[in-house]
């Protein structure tokens, strides 16, 4: 285990349907991103939170809604997808002297 | 926007050989890392390297930085059927936000 906990690690949902990803970790990071994979594309940064506040948002669709509580927890939730929606989620998270990121273990979406 | 790109997109190679990857860039970085990630899996941080540095070691990795072409590479040395992954360059954008973009990676495939 890295220290980042994704659940759940696979998620199957209909296109009218709201379901969440949940990531934690708690190794004392400040920082937490969502990242999404897709198929032969490179890694697509999604959001950035620094401190619990949202400091980036990539141009990503307003189906996709992410929730940071505190330090430790980062939600995504999801409604109304589409099927090109469909990729590996990824969580990471990063802080103090530690410039690299810890990646969870991705929740596999498959929207059906 | 993707910043860090690949080459090869993929490489076979026997048990034993070395494997080499190289990365290009497009912006000045403050840092360049490398992730390595198992089919379907989270990315595991590998090595950073700064833009003041030209080579740094870890085990049997070497990664090499050329700020003046925006280019690095990854070598891995005495290579495992254990080291088959995709491996993914990351960088770190002078006077950006704290976020790292990555590129497409490249597949690596050790024969035993």
């Known amino acids: 285990e890295t220290g980042v906990t994704q659940t759940p690690r696979h998620l199957v949902m209909g296109m009218t349907n709201k379901k969440s990803l949940k990531c934690e970790q708690h190794l004392g990071h400040n920082a937490m991103y969502w990242y999404k994979q897709s198929a032969k594309k490179p890694l697509e940064l999604m959001f950035v939170?620094?401190?619990?506040?949202?400091?980036e948002n990539n141009s990503v669709p307003s189906r996709f809604s992410p929730e940071c509580p505190n330090s430790s927890h980062l939600f995504l939730h999801l409604h109304t997808l589409q099927p090109e929606d469909s990729a590996l989620y990824l969580c990471?998270?990063?802080?103090?002297?530690?410039?690299?990121?810890?990646f969870g273990s991705g929740t596999r979406l498959t929207v059906v | 926007s993707q910043q860090g790109e690949e080459d090869p997109q993929a490489l076979s190679i026997q048990e034993g050989e070395n494997a080499t990857m190289n990365c290009s860039y497009k912006?000045?970085?403050?840092?360049l890392q490398w992730y390595r990630q198992n089919s379907g899996r989270g990315l595991v941080h590998l090595i950073l390297?700064?833009?003041?540095?030209r080579e740094k070691h870890s085990g049997r990795l070497r990664v090499t930085l050329d700020t003046s072409k925006k280019s690095s590479s990854l070598l891995i040395t005495a290579s495992r059927a254990a080291d088959t992954a995709s491996y993914f360059c990351?960088?770190?954008?002078?006077?950006?936000?704290?976020?790292?973009?990555f590129g497409k990676g490249t597949k690596l495939t050790v024969n035993p």
């Open positions: 390297i700064r833009s003041n540095e």
């Open positions: 990351a960088t770190d954008t002078q006077g950006g936000s704290e976020k790292l973009v």
């Open positions: 912006t000045s970085i403050n840092n």
């Open positions: 990471a998270s990063q802080g103090g002297d530690v410039y690299g990121y810890t």
């Open positions: 939170y620094n401190f619990k506040e949202q400091t």
